[in-house]
């Protein structure tokens, strides 16, 4: 049994079985993929794949936890270069950071700028999308770290910390009916309301509430970019539900907030890396990093 033969059934597993992409991934032709992959199951003496005629049509259970064991050993392998470059002292390299566009503009700014203070020869690359694609993120390798709301706390297979707990508020343009007076849930379901995309921002809590009321929140417009919902707030197309910390008292005051921490539930950002992975010391460092500004986030919150 060789690594690169079990490479090759992780690469040809995570591509749908398509053996011509499994062969351009490793650089070698479609037969060698197929050579190496029937020796592999004639030294198991059990069959990896259901076959119809030469088409790969479906793993079997043994290839499926085959594969986990070299995600694992893959995963290790990873973990001893970062070892080895610890040991080193590097503190050149870069750091893939898994996030939403609200806690890239609102919460990681100035953690970042702390953080190539310290490092300036660690070279910062953002990727964004919502917080099940960032699960993902971590789950290829493609990402050391994310930051979000969502699924962090639950996802298996990852770790992670508390940064720190937020809540939503009430925006609305001068002259709107929610302007003044007391806010409850049957008062605000009564207007249309412009709020995030199910999977951002603490979108399904918004909506559980009002239901576990028994009011049906009337969301007219939904968005992934708070500063989008806060344009059309101002046109005219309702009230919006926020997060409270995308506010900007200086270039939002012509907006009116209300908060909504009496009515709404707490939500937490999360920071989560794949379990079992070894994070370098400048990782980790910003992880320390994230904790400890989300303390002090909650405080101004």
């Known amino acids: 049994m060789k690594l690169f033969q079990l490479q090759l059934l992780k690469t ?25 992959l029937a020796l592999l199951e004639e030294e198991l003496g059990m069959p990896l794949f259901e076959r119809k005629g030469k088409r790969l049509v479906e793993a ?7 594969v986990r064991q070299v995600d694992t050993i893959d995963q290790t392998m990873e973990n ?16 893939r950071i898994a996030t939403t566009h609200t806690q890239a503009k609102y919460f990681l ?26 699960v993902q993120m971590l789950r290829d390798g493609v990402a050391d770290i994310a930051v979000c709301t969502e699924e962090l706390a639950t996802a298996p297979g990852l770790d992670s910390e508390k940064c720190y707990d937020w ?43 009002f239901r576990d009321q028994g009011y049906e929140l009337d969301v007219s417009f939904a968005a992934t970019d708070t500063d989008v919902i806060l344009s059309y707030v101002r046109l ?3 009230a919006g539900i926020i997060a409270k910390m995308a506010y900007s008292y200086i270039h939002d005051d012509d907006l009116t907030l209300r908060d909504l921490a009496h009515l709404l539930p707490v939500s937490t950002t999360r ?6 992975k070894y994070l370098k010391r400048y990782v980790s460092e910003l992880v320390e990093l994230l904790i400890e500004y989300g303390k002090s986030e909650e405080d101004y919150i």
């Open 167 to 209: 809540n939503h508020g009430l925006v609305v343009a001068a002259g709107h009916p929610l302007e003044q007076g007391a806010l409850t849930l049957e008062r605000i379901a009564k207007y249309p309301i412009l709020t995030y995309v199910f999977g951002f921002t603490g979108r399904g809590k918004i909506q559980q509430t």
């Open 80 to 95: 001893i270069r970062a070892l080895a470059d610890d040991f080193r002292m590097t503190t050149s390299g870069e750091i």
């Open 236 to 238: 005219g197309f309702g």
């Open 60 to 66: 079997t259970p043994l290839c499926k936890e085959i």
């Open 271 to 276: 920071v989560a890396w794949l379990k079992n």
């Open 109 to 134: 700014p100035e953690v970042l700028l702390e953080f190539r203070q310290r490092y300036p020869k660690v070279n910062i690359h953002l990727l964004q999308g919502n917080p099940a694609q960032l």
């Open 12 to 36: 040809l597993y995570y591509n749908g079985l398509s053996v011509s992409r499994a062969a351009d991934q490793h650089f070698v032709v479609q037969s060698a993929v197929s050579r190496q």
